[in-house]
C-alpha cells in the first residue's frame, strides 16, 4: 500500500508560527519534496506568494472550532489537481490522480466514457462534463483498502478532513 505520509493541517501559519485564528483568510501551498506532497499554511497577512517550485496552491477561511462537518468540496481545485498530475507514472501519484477522477465523477465534473486495456494496464477514458476535454486516467487497480486510504490522503492533503 501506498504511503504519502504528509503532515494533518496543523492551523499554524508556515512564516510566522501563529495559530490561524477561526474565520480568518489563508493560503494552502502544496509542495512536492523528495517525491512526497507536503502542505504549508500560511496566514494572509503572511502570504507573499506561492514558494517557488509549488505544485499547487488555493486560499480558504479558517473554519470555526464547532464546525464538525467537513468542508464543502471545491470541484476547481479537484480538478486542477487532477490536470497537474496528468503524465505522472510513479505509482503514488497515479493512484491519487485516479481516486480524484472519481471523486470527480461522483459530484458529475467528469463522465465516464469507457474503458480499455492497454497491456496488462486499464485505462479509464473521461471527459469533462462543462467542456468536453478528453481525459485517461490509468487504473492502478487498488484494493478496498488502498482505495480508502488514498481517498484519505486526498482529503487530507486538501485539508478536507
Known amino acids: 500500500m501506498t504511503d504519502y505520509q504528509i503532515q494533518p493541517n496543523t492551523r499554524r501559519c508556515a512564516a510566522t508560527g501563529k495559530e ?17 506532497f507536503v502542505r504549508q499554511d500560511y496566514s ?4 507573499q506568494g506561492p514558494p517557488e517550485g509549488a505544485f499547487s496552491f488555493w486560499a480558504g477561511r479558517v473554519p470555526p472550532p464547532e464546525a464538525g462537518r467537513r468542508p464543502r468540496i471545491n470541484d476547481e481545485l479537484l480538478l486542477d489537481c487532477f490536470n497537474r498530475l496528468q503524465g505522472e507514472t510513479e505509482p503514488g501519484r497515479v493512484s491519487f490522480r485516479y481516486v480524484i477522477a472519481l471523486l470527480l465523477m461522483r459530484r458529475k465534473r ?4 469507457r474503458v480499455e486495456a492497454d497491456g496488462e494496464r486499464e485505462v ?3 471527459r469533462c462534463a462543462r467542456t ?16 480508502v486510504a488514498v481517498q484519505d490522503e486526498v482529503f487530507r492533503v486538501l485539508g478536507w478532513e
Open 132 to 147: 468536453g476535454t478528453a481525459y485517461e486516467v490509468i487504473n492502478p487497480r487498488l484494493t478496498e483498502d488502498e482505495m
Open 124 to 126: 479509464l477514458h473521461l
Open 20 to 36: 490561524l485564528e477561526p474565520g480568518s483568510k489563508f493560503y494552502t501551498v502544496l509542495l512536492d519534496q523528495g517525491g512526497k
Open 44 to 47: 494572509g497577512e503572511a502570504w
Open 110 to 113: 467528469l463522465k465516464f466514457d
